[in-house]
Structures are given as structure tokens and as C-alpha cells.
């Protein structure tokens, strides 16, 4: 890494450059179902029988032949004897004598020669025999075999994200385990002499660590297996030599701190002596413009600024894409088109993402704490604002662009 003057790399390309330099390791294990959630399917998962499995009754009435009652009416109503009782996980038995009806629940198999279901609604019974008040169409409320899902449709193609809908769906057909990519393994390092261990009193000039924490269970959340690290010294020979041990443990690892400019900003230059190539150093974008990313032998270095709101910003931007290919998923991150509920103030020389909450269509900025060291204002958003460079303040009733977090 000869070069560290820092650039501005437009974040798109920017991603590019890290999705082509990361290896994604091939390896998948075997989940029983529930575990499975969040997971990424690593093989088709195709039906195995029909949905449903068998022609059942859409509500609770009368199995019969249309025809038998084609004449019913208010005024003209249609006797039959009851000949069987079927509900939901009944046999339903041989064929349907003619000239007779089926008491039938939601749910129930139809049985043979049965063509509708009249509910009882429209119905009078003693028990032994049925009185008909309506005329039924043939066919009419029956959910007939395979009308939801044909047996050998795929149902969650390799690359599919898993959540509680598809569960449901394997689980009706009979799946107990799911083939998946086995969660990606994340190093994840703050750095500065500043931090200091939560178990002890501050101190003057020292802070507790947010940004580890929090990307920890940003990463959690997302479906990795993070390793929190105890913070990284400002010492860029030590901190050389970790990383150079973490890269070649983990597919990523993620630092904040000591990635700017300043005299004891040192991750450009231990990411050089760690044996990693450089990337890019300097994004088109604020917050968190230091961010710089390395590779080696296939595993991805991503140096993250100190400041909380522009590490998770950029872990937004630049780590979640990577993440998403080592999951097997599209690392495309999901935008939508929203109307703001309030202004920005600010001119936008330079492309900027906002934190904000986005609730039906309409996004809403937090007011203040628009500075990327504060964290505060970050609690309850949902989205980040794409704002595009020599963009100037924004105003109520604004379309923008927003990220999806």
C-alpha cells in the first residue's frame, strides 16, 4: 500500500470494488427448521406434495351435488338426508351417496362425488336431514388439491433469505431441516487510546465504546456471528500485526477509528504493513469520508471512522453489501421513493446520507443531532436519506430517496 493520500471513490464503485475483491467461502450446514430463520437457503427448497394436499371445504355447510339442490329456494327449499359428518383430519370415506348431503367443516376433505359446498347459512337441520335455501354453483367454496402450491414448485430458491412466511411454508410441507450458508464470521476492532473498559469510572480524555457494541449487534441482527475485539491500540506497528492475524481468520474485518488525517490516525498506514491491498481511502460522501478498505488473499479489510453515526452510516453503505455476499443474498441494498415530513437545513456540497424515520411513505428527520460523532438522534430512525451532492436544503413535501435499514 504505497499510496495513502485519501480520494474521494463514489460509494457505488466503491462497494463494487470490495464485492470484487471478497472471497466467498462456499460452506453450508444443515439447520433444523426454526434455526433456519434469518438464514440464506443454500439449495433450492422445492414442494413435495400438493397445497393442498387433498379438495377441502372453504367454510362450514354442506358437501353435495349442485345439481340436486338446483332448484332451492327461499320459498322452494330442497330436503336431503345428512348421510356423513366430516371435519378437519376426517377420512372423508367412500363416495357421496346421491340424493344425500355431508355436514362438512372448514378444512374437511371433500368426499367423491361431492362437486360443492353450500354454507349453513343458507341451510335449516335437525340433525338428520338438511333443508337447502340457496342454489350453489358446481365447484363453489372448495379449495381443490394443489390450487395454493403444485407438488415440485420451488418454493424458496438458493439465495432466498428466510424469514417467518417461508418457515411456514417448508414447515407445511413436511420440512424439519434447511440446507443453508453458514453465518459469516466478522472480526470487529475499534481502535484509540481513548476507550476505556465500561467496568471502570471515566476518567478525563477517555470514553466508553459505542461503535463496537453497536456494530456487534447490527451484525447479530443481520444474520453474522461477529467477534467484538477489545479496542486496538494507537500504535500502528501493533496494530499491524492484529490485523494481519485477523485477516487471515476472517472473510471481513471492520476497525473505527484512526482512519482520518490526524497524527495518530494510523489504520492506513498498519492496514500497509498488515500485508493488504489497498482498495480505496476516502469515499464521495459525509458522513464518515475517511473509510478505506483493503484486501487480502480474498478477505476484506474496512476501516470505519471513530465518530458513532458516520461508522454506522458507513457500515450501512459499505459493510452490509459485503456481508450480503458472503450470505448468498443480492447485495443491493432496498431504496424507495418518500416525501419528507420536515426540512434540512443544510446544503449538500458533497453527498449525504441523513438519518430519519420512515413511516408510510413520509420520512421524518430528526431534529438536531445531525453531526456525525452524536448518536442520540440516531434512536427510532429506519432509513437513511440519500442526498445528492450540490443538493441544497431540503423542504416539507421534498421527494427523496431513502435506504432501507
Do not use: W
Not at 3 to 22: N, Y
Not at 84 to 112: F, K, W
Not at 128 to 147: H, L, P, R, S
Not at 302 to 316: K, R
Request: overall charge neutral; charged content about 20%; glycine content about 10%.
Amino acid at each position: 500500500m504505497p499510496q495513502r493520500k485519501r480520494g474521494q471513490t463514489p460509494v457505488e464503485q466503491a462497494v463494487a470494488l470490495i464485492l470484487q475483491a471478497l472471497d466467498v467461502p462456499k460452506t453450508t450446514e444443515k439447520v433444523p427448521l426454526l434455526q433456519a430463520l434469518g438464514r440464506v437457503a443454500a439449495q433450492d427448497v422445492c414442494a413435495r406434495v400438493a397445497q393442498p394436499p387433498f379438495d377441502r371445504s372453504a367454510l362450514d355447510g354442506y358437501a353435495l351435488r349442485a345439481a340436486e339442490i338446483a332448484a332451492a329456494g327461499p320459498k322452494t327449499p330442497v330436503t336431503l338426508p345428512i348421510s356423513r359428518y366430516l371435519c378437519a383430519g376426517s377420512d372423508p370415506g367412500g363416495p357421496l351417496e346421491p340424493g344425500t348431503a355431508a355436514r362438512i367443516m372448514t378444512g374437511a376433505p371433500i368426499p367423491a362425488g361431492a362437486d360443492c359446498v353450500l354454507r349453513q347459512e343458507d341451510t335449516k337441520s335437525d340433525g338428520q336431514t338438511v333443508t337447502f335455501y340457496a342454489q350453489v354453483a358446481a365447484k363453489a367454496n372448495i379449495c381443490f388439491a394443489g390450487e395454493d402450491i403444485a407438488p415440485g414448485k420451488c418454493l424458496a430458491p438458493a439465495g432466498t433469505l428466510l424469514d417467518e412466511v417461508y418457515l411456514g411454508l417448508l414447515a407445511g410441507q413436511g420440512v424439519q431441516t434447511v440446507q443453508v450458508y453458514a453465518k459469516p464470521r466478522v472480526a470487529l476492532m475499534p481502535t484509540g487510546d481513548e476507550l476505556y473498559s465500561p467496568d471502570k469510572p471515566l476518567i478525563p480524555g477517555k470514553i466508553y465504546d459505542s461503535n463496537g457494541p453497536m456494530l456487534a449487534a447490527r451484525l447479530l441482527r443481520l444474520g453474522a456471528e461477529p467477534t467484538l475485539l477489545a479496542a486496538g491500540p494507537d500504535d500502528p506497528a501493533a496494530l499491524g500485526r492484529k490485523l494481519a492475524e485477523l485477516l487471515e481468520a476472517y472473510p471481513l474485518v471492520i476497525t473505527t477509528g484512526g482512519v482520518s488525517v490526524g497524527d495518530r490516525d494510523y489504520l492506513p498506514q498498519a492496514a500497509e504493513e498488515a500485508g493488504a491491498r489497498l482498495l480505496f481511502y476516502g469515499i464521495d460522501a459525509k458522513p464518515g469520508t475517511p473509510a478505506l478498505a483493503a484486501e487480502k488473499n480474498g478477505h476484506i479489510l474496512l476501516c470505519l471512522s471513530g465518530n458513532p453515526f458516520a461508522s454506522f452510516a458507513t457500515f450501512e453503505l459499505l459493510a452490509r453489501p459485503a456481508l450480503a455476499k458472503l450470505q448468498g443474498t443480492a447485495p443491493a441494498p432496498v431504496r424507495v421513493k418518500a416525501t419528507l415530513a420536515n426540512g434540512f437545513e443544510k446544503a449538500s456540497p458533497l453527498r449525504r446520507f441523513v438519518r430519519a424515520k420512515l413511516v408510510g411513505g413520509v420520512v421524518t428527520l430528526p431534529k438536531g443531532g445531525h453531526f456525525s460523532g452524536g448518536i442520540g438522534a440516531l434512536v427510532g430512525c429506519n432509513c437513511l436519506v440519500d442526498v445528492p451532492a450540490g443538493s441544497s436544503a431540503l423542504h416539507t413535501g421534498d421527494e427523496v430517496e431513502v435506504i432501507l435499514l
